[in-house]
Nanobody, 119 residues
């Protein structure tokens, strides 16, 4: 059974940091790109950051310089370190696994974790 379980969300003041984690199970972790998306109230879900199986990263403009995505292929986890948080970062953050090799389902989503940035 495939599972992507996010954790680490919560309420944080502007300028502070938060670290999100996503624990993956039920599939071959290194056969998937891992990424974080976010969806603010009333808005579309948007990409925040991607990391390849080899560790190459890509960031949305809004995340560059503040967020860092990383993965641990031994522990099947992907993390998002978020620094200098702004109220505009308030959203539900989702972990996504996108297949890059092998056969089977093309992608999986986690259930999301709420991040609220407010004083």
């Amino acid at each position: 059974q495939v599972k992507l379980v996010e954790s680490g969300g919560g309420l944080v003041q502007p300028g502070k940091s938060l670290r999100l984690s996503c624990a993956a199970s039920g599939f071959t972790f290194t056969s998937f790109l891992m990424s974080w998306y976010r969806q603010a109230p009333g808005k579309e879900r948007r990409l925040v950051a991607i990391i390849s199986d080899g560790g190459s990263t890509t960031y949305a403009e809004s995340a560059k310089g503040r967020f860092t995505i990383s993965r641990d292929n031994d522990r099947n986890t992907v993390s998002l370190q978020m620094n200098s948080l702004k109220p505009d970062d308030t959203a539900v953050y989702y972990c996504k696994a996108t297949r890059i090799r092998g056969v089977g389902s093309g992608y999986y989503w986690g259930q999301g974790t709420q991040v609220t940035v407010s004083s």
